[in-house]
Every structure is written in C-alpha cells, then in structure tokens.
C-alpha cells in the first residue's frame, strides 16, 4: 500500500510564497511519475504540475506557469511544491498523487493511482 502525506499548506497573504511537500511511502517512490492536484469548493480537481520518475520532464497548468516550480527528492521519497507570486484565486485544497506505469506526466486526475489527504492553501487578497 502507498501513502502520500503532505504538507506545507496556509494562510498567506497575495505576493507570498509557500512550499508544499509530500513524502510517500510504501512502495519504490522512484517508479511513480508525481503531480500535484487542486480542488476550490464547487469546482472540479484540476491538475496543477506534474514530474516523470527521475525529474527530467515536468509540466505545469498555464494558470500557474511561471509561478509554481515542481521538483522531487528521490532520496527523501518526496515531491515538493513551490509557490510564488501567490493569488486569492489559487486557493484550494491541494492533493499529491502518484502514477506508475507511464512515460509522461498525465494531467488526468484518473490516471493517478494513490492519492494524499490534502492540504488547504488559502490566500488572501
């Protein structure tokens, strides 16, 4: 069985900066592609950035391009999140999600096999 736990969420203030972490455990972390997901009340998931196996591909929503950074520390068996240049409109639960078995970043919520608890970020105009 693999478990996310993550971490890191927040009030902060519009301009401000956080830095989400998941550590997984369980399972090899290294052969599972990682993302990053959200979910604001009434509205569906989205993905947000996502990182292959080793961290030589990633990809990000265009709402957070630029701002938002994925990286992963295979040794640590953890994804991080980095957020800057945050807006009221990227509150939302966040979710770190694993996949295995694929060559590229999936940006599907249905591709992901294992799933975190969540971690609120709330930002404040």
């Known amino acids: 069985q693999v478990q996310l736990v993550e971490s890191g969420g927040g009030l902060v203030q519009a301009g401000g900066s956080l830095r989400l972490s998941c550590t997984v455990s369980?399972?090899?972390?290294?052969?599972?592609?990682m993302a990053w997901f959200r979910q604001a009340p009434g509205k569906e998931r989205e993905f947000v950035a996502g990182i292959t196996t080793s961290g030589g591909s990633t990809a990000y929503a265009d709402s957070v391009k630029g701002r938002v950074t994925i990286s992963r520390d295979n040794a640590k068996t953890t994804v991080y999140l980095q957020m800057n240049s945050l807006k009221p409109e990227d509150t939302a639960v966040y979710y770190c999600a694993a996949a295995g078995g694929s060559i590229r970043v999936e940006i599907r919520p249905i591709a992901y096999d294992y799933w975190g608890q969540g971690t609120q970020v709330t930002v404040s105009s």
């Open positions: 369980g399972r090899t972390f290294g052969f599972y592609n």
